[in-house]
């Protein structure tokens, strides 16, 4: 099985800058064929961030390109978002998700992929 946990989430004002992190412990060999960031706001629904494949193949969504980096450290098994020039509309609660098993997710893409883990989130508000 998979655990997820996400930490680095805060307040900081419009035009600061976060970085979350999501550690991962796995059963499986080898790492996950995608890993990604959601967010979901209060009343909305659950929107895309980013996603990286396997091979390091990077996808954003419209609203953070630019601003968001997504990143993977193999060797401590831990997932990146450093999110610059944040802005109020980026308040949300933030989620990391993992499809296991490698190496590719059905349909072949991480941004379509459905993902089976799920952490439990963390807070991020940006006041302006």
């Known amino acids: 099985q998979v655990q997820l946990a996400e930490s680095g989430g805060g307040s900081v004002q419009a035009g600061g800058s976060l970085r979350l992190s999501c550690a991962t412990v796995?059963?499986?060999?080898?790492?996950?064929?995608?890993m990604g960031w959601y967010r979901q706001a209060p009343g909305k629904e659950r929107e895309d961030v980013a996603t990286?494949?396997?091979?390091?193949?990077?996808a954003y969504g419209e609203p953070v390109k630019g601003r968001f980096t997504i990143s993977k450290d193999n060797t401590e098994n831990t997932l990146y978002l450093q999110m610059n020039s944040l802005k109020p509309e980026d308040t949300a609660m933030y989620f990391c998700?993992?499809?296991?098993?490698?190496?590719?997710?059905?349909?072949?893409?991480?941004?379509?992929?459905?993902?089976?883990?799920w952490g439990q989130g963390t807070q991020v508000t940006v006041s302006s």
């Open positions: 990286i494949a396997n091979d390091g193949f990077t």
């Open positions: 998700a993992a499809f296991f098993p490698p190496p590719t997710p059905p349909g072949g893409s991480c941004w379509t992929s459905p993902y089976n883990y």
């Open positions: 796995s059963g499986y060999t080898g790492s996950s064929a995608c």
